[in-house]
């Protein structure tokens, strides 16, 4: 790690400060990173393609519904039920379930995880972003680090080596993920319906 004495910048007005000057003058690579995501913060979108976000998602983001949504169908309200239920458990956990409703129920339409977990964010438009992270949770593969292909914290290789062998480096899979849920939609969604206002 260099560990260079950071340099002391005169600036007569707060203007005369720009983020792409200070960050060709700096060498300490950790002031370096942070210089980094505050010129990424800038120039944040949600229209940016590593946001993660879908052209369906932003549709719903910038036109929501405004009529309260009612569901009537008893098939997609029992899947719905089981995801809500089964939301902190694995997939698995929601397919087990899915799978003895319908021995008891087989004429029943309940949805998969997948498709319940699709229609979900349908109606609601509530998605999650995911970001690729080093599998000993040191940082995020976003900002300078999107495209690193080892952790420059331990090391560790940011791809399954693995997958990424057998596919002859074609299917870059992360070897871990975090998932984030934008605040606008959730909020949408709260404000799209009256009773959970009445605080």
């Not at 010129?39 to 998602?57: M, R, V």
């Not at 409703?101 to 438009?125: E, F, M, N």
């Amino acid at each position: 790690m260099n560990m260079a004495i950071p340099v002391a910048i005169p600036v007569k007005d707060p203007e005369d400060i720009h983020l792409n000057k200070l960050m060709d003058l700096v060498t300490w690579e950790e002031v370096q990173h942070t210089m980094a995501f505050i010129k990424g913060l800038e120039n944040a979108s949600l229209e940016d393609p590593d946001t993660g976000l879908d052209p369906d998602a932003l549709e719903y983001l910038w036109n929501p519904p405004e009529e309260r949504l009612t569901i009537n169908d008893p098939d997609f309200h029992l899947s719905l039920d089981l995801y809500l239920a089964t939301n902190s458990s694995s997939d698995a956990t929601y397919e087990s379930v899915w799978s003895a409703v319908l021995h008891q129920h087989p004429d029943d339409d309940i949805l998969t995880h997948y498709r319940i977990k699709q229609k979900v964010a349908d109606i609601t438009g509530i998605e999650f972003i995911v970001h690729h992270m080093c599998i000993n949770l040191c940082l995020a593969y976003t900002g300078p680090f999107i495209e690193l292909e080892h952790c420059p914290t331990c090391g560790e290789p940011h791809f399954d080596q693995a997958k990424l062998l057998a596919s002859g480096g074609k299917s870059k899979v992360p070897q871990q993920e975090f998932h984030t849920i934008p605040l606008s939609p959730q909020l949408q969604v709260l404000w799209q319906d009256p009773d959970k206002l009445k605080y």
